[in-house]
């Protein structure tokens, strides 16, 4: 059973852009970022996209492999080769 009343935080502009300022820093972890603020990672990528900020694997790019022209994890050929 679950009890209590559970509310959504609003959030400051300014909170905001100090998160998405820890978002903006090369090589940044973002689920870290999420947890140190207590921020939800799906809240925080809705908020990176709409700052225009890379959401997604690796800033939004996509790891394919030369050999076999596939995406990860979408074949076994040429795993040697991923970039």
């Known amino acids: 059973m679950i009890t209590g009343e559970r509310r959504r935080?609003?959030?400051?502009?300014?909170e905001k852009d100090?998160?998405?300022?820890?978002c903006a820093e090369p090589g940044v972890n973002?689920?870290?970022?999420?947890?140190?603020?207590?921020?939800?990672r799906g809240l925080l990528n809705k908020w990176r996209k709409?700052?225009?900020?890379?959401?997604?694997r690796r800033g939004?790019?996509?790891?394919?492999?030369?050999?076999?022209?596939?995406?990860?994890g979408g074949g076994s050929a040429g795993r040697q080769a991923w970039q």
Request: aromatic fraction near 4%.
């Open 50 to 56: 709409a700052a225009g900020l890379p959401v997604g």
């Open 60 to 72: 939004g790019r996509r790891r394919v492999c030369r050999s076999a022209g596939v995406a990860e």
């Open 18 to 22: 100090e998160i998405l300022l820890a």
């Open 9 to 14: 935080r609003d959030w400051l502009p300014e």
């Open 30 to 40: 973002i689920s870290r970022v999420a947890r140190r603020y207590g921020v939800n």
